[in-house]
């Protein structure tokens, strides 16, 4: 690591952590059913929340316009509604705060001339995906004030695998600066590696999908679906035509997240199956055994999850687990990448 690269990274691995906690506070706010109490977007007066009873009086009031107030939560009081509304407004608040994060050091490292013109377009390809996330939150939101009380969730999906994939980049860019001088890879299995870190994103992204469409509250048993059933026939017949099960009904999507959880356990295997012979960094190792040990926590954290029926605490924790093991991908397939 180059001495005067020290605080670009430093900037840049701040900026993994707030979206870390972007990603879990927003994990909280879905499971808590929190994301559509704020049903307006104030850029600036929007950070401060109601300080009266008078402000608060009127944010419920507005609440109460939407379907979410009107179709489930009528019965809430003014407490009920500040203690959803308290998970969405702190969510937006970090959001911001990561924007301003990334922007002001980026522009203070541009005058400085801390950056080559490599990092200085990474950094760029950064910023419009910040702003590209914040963007598909409030297109997600929009989705759940018309007509029905819930999010799409397809738009769920982009948003949750957005902010996944903003914190991937960003701590590509870091690990680049943090390992700057190249070395020969082993080609094979570095393909190997992007190809399992692909379906690792797509089980991602049906994470989202159990999310959005609350699958994770059916079929709570395991490894059956259902008592003597390995696929329970609802899998097939809720939607028309039949693909749509797999990517809109909630029995079709939890099936496919079943049967994804164990092709990623299956390909991590075989990514230490096809390291195990060959004269490894100590960094190679230490990435492939993160990813041992995360798959295995990971998956265990998933069986309980659906066992107990998607508890907050449990579900957020799942969601963590998802996170760190694309952290110990990332970092693996760096190090076999350059």
């Known amino acids: 690591m180059k001495k005067e690269n020290k ?32 049903s307006n977007y104030k ?18 009031e507005l609440y109460k316009q939407y379907p979410e107030y009107q179709k489930l939560n009528n019965h809430f009081s003014l407490e009920e509604f500040k203690d959803i509304y308290f998970w969405e407004w702190i969510h937006r608040v970090i959001g911001r ?57 397809y738009r769920l999906a982009a948003h949750l695998t957005t902010a996944f994939l903003t914190f991937a980049y960003t701590f590509w860019v870091a690990l680049d600066l943090m390992f700057p001088d190249k070395k020969v890879i082993n080609k094979k299995i570095r393909n190997f590696i992007r190809w399992s870190l692909v379906i690792l994103i797509i089980q991602i992204i049906y994470g989202a999908f159990v999310a959005g469409l609350d699958a994770g509250w059916i079929h709570n048993h395991w490894p059956l679906m259902n008592e003597g059933k390995w696929i329970h026939e609802t899998v097939f017949i809720e939607q028309n035509p039949t693909y749509l099960n797999f990517i809109e009904g909630k029995s079709g999507v939890q099936f496919v997240h079943r049967i994804l959880a164990y092709i990623v356990v299956i390909l991590i295997l075989a990514i230490w199956y096809k390291a195990k012979p060959l004269s490894l960094t100590s960094f190679q190792k230490k990435g ?46 760096h190090r076999f990448s350059k």
């Open 288 to 333: 492939i055994n993160i990813l041992l040990i995360m798959v295995g926590i990971q998956f265990f954290l998933g069986v309980l999850t659906l066992l107990l029926a998607v508890p907050v605490w449990l579900g957020v924790l799942h969601q963590v687990g998802a996170f760190i093991l694309l952290s110990a991908m990332i970092f693996t397939l």
């Open 43 to 60: 850029l600036i007066s929007g950070t401060i929340p109601p300080m009266n009873d008078v402000e608060w009086n009127e944010a419920f």
């Open 97 to 153: 705060f990561i924007g301003l994060v990334f922007f002001f050091p980026f522009v203070y490292f541009l005058i400085k001339k801390r950056l080559s013109k490599s990092t200085i377009k990474k950094a760029t390809i950064l910023l419009i995906m910040g702003g590209f996330q914040g963007f598909l939150g409030w297109y997600m939101v929009k989705s759940g004030l018309v007509d029905r009380p819930d999010v799409s969730h």
């Open 7 to 38: 605080t670009v990274i430093y900037w840049l691995l701040t900026g993994c952590i707030l979206i870390f906690i972007m990603v879990v506070v927003g994990g909280i706010t879905r499971l808590t059913h929190s994301g559509l109490s704020i």
